[in-house]
């Protein structure tokens, strides 16, 4: 599996383009804005999107996540049915951080623990983790070991847990009990900065490292 990091809009949100290389489809996760740029890199790359793929329901990872969809006639997948209250308020939310409007939607399907995503071969399997947002998801590629975590875990950080229905423990249970067992190996891209690795994060991170 393949995959481009496209960071977008102020909040530098890294939607992430993943593609099957045997047959060119691909899934956009977390299009938090700037449409007009996440098509030319889905163009430039000559693949067929299949599916746009969220995190959670922050309007910095879904701004564009309809005008994508729409553009390509293809699927809203995710997040878990627990996080439409954010959905339903993104007008509110784009008032609130000064962004362009973004109208509340629906996903054509929400995701919740143990549920997977196909696009081409590859197979993205699904972890509810809360506590960022009661409705989180990550996605996990065993084959590529490579997880899309959104807001849960960043390089030498956590996420915030102070947005509405916020939760500092269950965040650290998501970590500790969801991300953790995937493997020390697992290359991660984070909804914002730089990639890391869950066993690099389990030594250094200074909110959740090991200590035994």
């Known amino acids: 599996m393949k995959y481009q990091i496209i960071p977008v809009t102020p909040f530098q949100q890294n939607c992430t383009l993943l593609w099957c290389e045997e047959t060119q489809q691909a899934a956009i ?5 700037e449409s007009a740029l996440l098509i030319s890199a889905i ?12 995190t959670h329901g922050h309007l910095d990872h879904v701004g564009a996540a309809t005008e994508i969809a729409q553009h390509y006639g293809v699927p809203i997948v ?13 007008a509110e939310q784009s008032a609130r951080f000064g962004l362009e409007n973004c109208t509340a939607f629906v996903p054509d399907r929400w995701l919740d623990e143990g549920d997977s995503v ?4 590859q197979t993205l399997f699904v972890r509810h983790t809360p506590g960022h947002t009661p409705g989180h998801i990550i996605f996990f590629s065993a084959s590529a070991k490579l997880a899309s975590v ?7 950080g956590i996420g915030r847990t102070d947005f509405p229905r916020g939760n500092y423990s269950d965040l650290i249970s998501s970590i500790r009990e969801k991300l953790w ?3 020390n190996d697992v290359q991660f891209i984070p909804g914002h ?7 690099d994060e389990r030594q250094t991170n200074p909110f959740v490292a090991d200590r035994l």
């Open 78 to 90: 995710g997040p878990h049915k627990d996080d439409s209250f954010l959905l339903e308020s993104l």
């Open 29 to 33: 996760v977390d299009p938090g804005g």
């Open 150 to 156: 959104g807001d849960v875990l960043f390089c030498g």
């Open 118 to 121: 196909s696009f081409g071969h």
């Open 43 to 54: 163009e430039a790359q000559g693949v067929k999107l299949a599916k746009v793929l969220l």
């Open 193 to 199: 900065g730089p990639m890391s690795t869950f066993g």
């Open 181 to 183: 067992p995937l493997g």
